[in-house]
């Protein structure tokens, strides 16, 4: 896993070699061992690797083809390569290394923009065709690896990169506030627009590429995410599982340096962890807390029974608050998911052990995890009420005092599409807009955010609407971003071995009572787990990274310290500060819970001193 960066432009009076070593030192991080760039007159990138396959110098990068039309900067790994290598030295390509970054280059030149249906892996990846003068660029379908662009800058200048903060090195890059992205992320916790924070700065799409030629930007997809459900028995979805996991582990599991595992106590990554037999796994948790904040024993335990070495760390509340500003620092935009805290020191002390791990991100969404995805019995019993007399119910709860009865009865008159936004819903829309001030109240409202993917299974039932959203929206937007900057912060290369094309197109087939029944969530991912795990792990609840933030915000030292921030000059700019004091002591006093509320504006204004008033 490595990083990379890029400009185009013409502009002989710039001082290419100093700005593209710029850049690539804002990601140093990202590729310790190695770096170089290659500069024409259209096209400048610039690589750090970090050496997993192929360790020696012939496999760095920037990488040319045969004749030295092409040129590769590669973040990522593909884990077919092998397969694809054969196939394309059939067709008469040399290859000069046994990298899997070879076989991108080979393989475009051989298919052109169809290699992308042809991998399997994660990627986010650039080829500039000096005989097209065309810059080819592409994400996995997922979004496991991140990919940003810019012409946000003052001679048009086209920016791409691995990290946003590389831009900053480039003296034509315009660095502004988008203004509108503060809205929505106050309810979904992360940046969820392709237009990031920066303005003009974009995400590619997962599932995307892009083709820049003369200063314009094509955008298409190359794959589409569908639920085409295909009703087999348990037993033979169990099978399946089994075998397409194993393989995907095994692929995963290539590397030629040193791998391990991520273990909690849940069944996604205690599956991974079985199925690979690293020789070491790493698990974290909170000091002076046991039980649901705290599973490194159960980490243990499983090691212990797989005779594995584990590694543990538990956390203080020091540690958490003092690395925020690094944490936001990585993160490029503001992010307030907890558990990219406790993954940032988790990476760290794996980095201290091993190159590689493996981690259970995505089973999830791909075999319905969230206890989210479950109707209540009183909810299903509510429902049998005809549509319309629930839709006025909830019409006239919206006027009730805020209770759990209000609530039930305000959720049970909305569709799915109304009431779930994804896995987390931090500001309600109307209380977003009751704490901000002026032209950050005109962002996208979370309805149109969620509507354009909605549209796309407006068919489908409840069940697959949510875990489409996730998949969409929840899983890049957070999960996968912070799994990515938290692990590269630490130079360590995180995989995913859910996350497959094979794995997918196998849980987009299973009925939905093989995904979330009455029995459990993730019901055959749960049963074909038994072949191999104890049945306490392969039942056990999900608990994912929580952390004891209600409990720390009512310790005077953070209250103190959140509310100089709240307090803050800079702060005025965004919010109606005494909404923000007067919300920070009604949960200091133990009155209400909002912790997650405070915590989210928190977050944001830490990000925005770091890049808007300490980076300059």
Not at 29 to 43: A, K, M
Not at 109 to 126: H, S, T
Not at 523 to 536: M, N, Q
Request: charged fraction near 30%; include cysteine.
């Amino acid at each position: 896993m490595c990083g990379f960066v890029g400009f185009s432009s013409a502009n002989a009076e710039l001082d290419k070699v100093k700005i593209i070593n710029d850049m690539m030192k804002a990601i140093l991080h990202r590729g310790p061992d190695s770096g170089d760039f290659f500069s024409d007159n259209e096209i400048t990138m610039g690589f750090r690797r970090l050496k997993i396959i192929d360790l020696s110098d012939e496999a760095s990068q920037p990488m040319f083809n045969e004749d030295r039309s092409c040129v590769l900067v590669f973040n990522g790994e593909i884990y077919n390569y092998k397969e694809l290598r054969e196939e394309l030295i059939t067709k008469g390509h040399i290859f000069k290394n046994n990298s899997d970054s070879e076989v991108i280059i080979h393989g475009y030149e051989e298919y052109g923009e169809n290699i992308l249906k042809k991998l399997r892996g994660m990627f986010a990846f650039a080829i500039w065709d000096k005989v097209k003068e065309t810059l080819f660029m592409a994400r996995d379908m997922f979004g496991i690896k991140p990919l940003y662009y810019t012409q946000n800058t003052l001679d048009g200048s086209f920016l791409f990169g691995s990290e946003i903060k590389s831009f900053l090195k480039h003296p034509n890059f315009i660095k502004e506030l988008n203004n509108d992205a503060l809205k929505p992320y106050l309810t979904f916790q992360y940046s969820v627009m392709d237009e990031t924070f920066f303005k003009g700065v974009y995400k590619l799409k997962p599932a995307h590429y892009i083709i820049y030629r003369k200063g314009e930007i094509t955008l298409k997809p190359y794959w589409f995410l569908k639920f085409d459900i295909e009703k087999e028995s348990l037993e033979h979805y169990v099978e399946e599982i089994r075998k397409t996991l194993k393989e995907s582990v095994d692929y995963h599991k290539v590397s030629d340096v040193k791998i391990g595992s991520f273990l909690s106590g849940g069944i996604d990554s205690s599956y991974i962890t079985s199925l690979l037999k690293p020789d070491k796994t790493f698990s974290i948790g909170f000091q002076d807390y046991e039980g649901v904040f705290n599973e490194t024993n159960l980490a243990k335990e499983l090691s212990d029974l797989l005779k594995i070495e584990n590694h543990r760390k538990n956390m203080n509340a020091d540690e958490f608050f003092d690395i925020i500003p690094t944490i936001q620092y990585h993160m490029d935009e503001p992010h307030s998911n907890l558990s990219s805290i406790p993954l940032y020191y988790l990476s760290k002390l794996a980095r201290e052990h091993v190159t590689v791990v493996l981690s259970g991100e995505g089973a999830d969404e791909i075999f319905g995890g969230y206890e989210w995805y479950i109707k209540s019995n009183k909810l299903e019993l509510y429902e049998k009420i005809p549509y319309k007399f629930r839709e006025l119910i909830s019409s006239a709860a919206l006027k009730l005092p805020k209770n759990r009865i209000s609530n039930f009865l305000i959720k049970g008159g909305q569709t799915i599409e109304e009431k779930f936004v994804g896995q987390a819903k931090i500001y309600e829309e109307k209380d977003a807009l009751d704490i901000l001030k002026g032209e950050y109240t005109k962002g996208p409202s979370v309805e149109t955010i969620t509507k354009e993917v909605y549209k796309n299974v407006e068919n489908k039932d409840d069940l697959t609407k949510m875990q489409y959203l996730d998949l969409k929206l929840w899983l890049p937007g957070d999960i996968l971003l912070k799994a990515d900057k938290m692990s590269m912060a630490n130079s360590i290369e995180l995989r995913v071995p859910f996350l497959d094309k094979e794995v997918m197109s196998l849980g987009s087939k299973l009925p939905s009572s093989l995904r979330v029944n009455k029995s459990n969530t993730k019901f055959a991912l749960r049963k074909a787990s038994e072949e191999i795990l104890p049945k306490e792990w392969s039942n056990r609840p999900k608990a994912g990274f929580p952390v004891p933030i209600k409990y720390w915000l009512r310790e005077k030292k953070y209250y103190d310290m959140i509310k100089e921030v709240f307090n803050s000059d800079f702060a005025e700019e965004f919010f109606k500060t005494e909404k923000l004091i007067n919300m920070l002591d009604i949960h200091y006093n133990g009155d209400e819970n909002y912790a997650r509320k405070i915590w989210t504006v928190y977050v944001f204004l830490i990000w925005y001193r770091k890049f808007f008033i300490e980076l300059k």
